[in-house]
Nanobody, 124 residues
């Protein structure tokens, strides 16, 4: 079992930045690929970013490429999502998730553990 707790969400103006954190406990984070997802009101949950176990490979949704950066520190059991140039359409609840799968080509169903989410609201 692994417990994931997100933090760092909040209200920010368009063009601003936020840094989300995902702290893991229960098992060593280095055993998991880690992803970020988001769900806006009335919409399905969507993939945002993923980072592999060692942190040397990442992938992003087209909508956030060039603006968001996923990173991790396995020694600190923490994953981050740096979000820059935020837009109102980035408003959503953001979730981190852990997968046993290797690599970065992972479907949502392959994530074994999920956090409770943190709200990000971007005002125009």
């Amino acid at each position: 079992q692994v417990q994931l707790v997100e933090s760092g969400g909040g209200l920010v103006q368009a063009g601003g930045s936020l840094r989300l954190s995902c702290a893991a406990s229960g098992r060593t984070l280095s055993r998991f690929g880690m992803g970020w997802f988001r769900q806006a009101p009335g919409k399905e949950r969507e993939f945002v970013a993923i980072i592999n176990r060692s942190g040397d490979d990442t992938e992003y949704a087209d909508s956030v490429k060039g603006r968001f950066t996923i990173s991790r520190d396995n020694a600190k059991n923490t994953v981050w999502l740096q979000m820059n140039s935020l837009k109102p359409e980035d408003t959503a609840v953001y979730y981190c998730a852990a997968t046993f799968s290797l690599g970065i080509w992972v479907t949502e169903s392959q994530y074994a553990y999920w956090g409770q989410g943190t709200q990000v609201t971007v005002s125009s």
